[in-house]
């Protein structure tokens, strides 16, 4: 780890510490339990640190961050489904550096439809106060209408979002091969984290890896085992309205496809991807992508519609990415605006989903190319 700074340094070499005692303690870990605690371990995990982590000076960079135009069509769906709704809230989960929050209330503002509250439910202190931190540069009659929870509310009518957040939730890793359906664990050797091949860890992870009818072998994946709950959970906090769930990935054929049996496991480390979550813990994000027919699924299980089904550029086009343009238009929104909806960068690639509880209206940003039936 040649180029990193002692403070990283250190960093890096606690959390190993702590999850090095973990695995001393009890045997091997999960890469699932791996995934948690190098993103979650309190002030260690990667979204629990102080760390810049958006934009140029960190490791990656979001839709929100890139543009405001991401944000201001996104602005436009809120809007519209408040039309039809009595009362309107915003919920937003991981809000990341406050970007989206932020200028969806300007946009929102200029457009005299702005929400009674816009909720943040963050799990990471850090992130929390940097949020605070751009909201409070907000004139006041926008950020006081920013709350901080701790948890889900009980009875939410409004539009609840997640951008980038299903994405950095620990995943199960297997492999399907001569041996039957194992599981990727992590232990330790000469000081660092390896791989090891082992019976799954519970049977249900085993019958989740089965329904797959996994033929083209050897075969290594992920699979979520927290998304069906995390589903439920934001259905039971919804008394009305639509989720928008925004992340990349695939319907289910294209997820488990052939051609993808390395998985998807994907590290960002100061704008590098590479596909080694067992390095840099901490210090890199881990990211895997979504198996989109597993969301409606749960969905469905949690009493919710999918309302809505398309890739991101159909989404902010649906939306009137277009009409937003500036004419002349300059050389760097342009690039923006590429990078949004190219089918090479991350037009294709993210996917949007809407979710709707007590909610029949048309959603604007799915009028063409909703893609439910590949679900
Ligand atoms: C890749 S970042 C995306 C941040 C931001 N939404 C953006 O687009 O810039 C992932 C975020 O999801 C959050 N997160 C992960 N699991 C979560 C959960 N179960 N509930 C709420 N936030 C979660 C992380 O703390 C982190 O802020």
Redesign the pocket.
Known sequence: MKNLSPDEQIHLQALKRLIFDEITQAGDITFARYMAQA??APHLGY?RTTRP??GQEGD?V????LSPLFSVCLAQQCKGIARDLSSFQIL??????G??ACDILKTLAEEQALPEKYLI????AA?QQQQRAKINTLPPELAQRVEWISSLPPQLTGVIL????????PVHRFSVNSAGIQEFFVGIEQENFVWRLKNPSNTHLEAEIKKLNLTSLPYESEINLYLPA?IQSLSDCLKQGVILLIDYGFPRHEFYHPDRHMGTLMCHHRHRAHMDPLILTGLQ?I?AHIDFTQVAESALQADLDVLGFTHQAAFLLNLGLLSLLPSPIDRRTSQEVNILTSPNEMGELFKVMALGKNFEAPLQGFMTHDQRRRL
């Open positions: 993103l979650y979204y982590k958006f990656f979001t839709a929100p961050e937003e989960l991981g809000a990341g550096a970007t989206l439910l963050e799990l990471s992130l997640a951008n980038e957040v299903m994405d950095a939730m995390w994000d990211t």
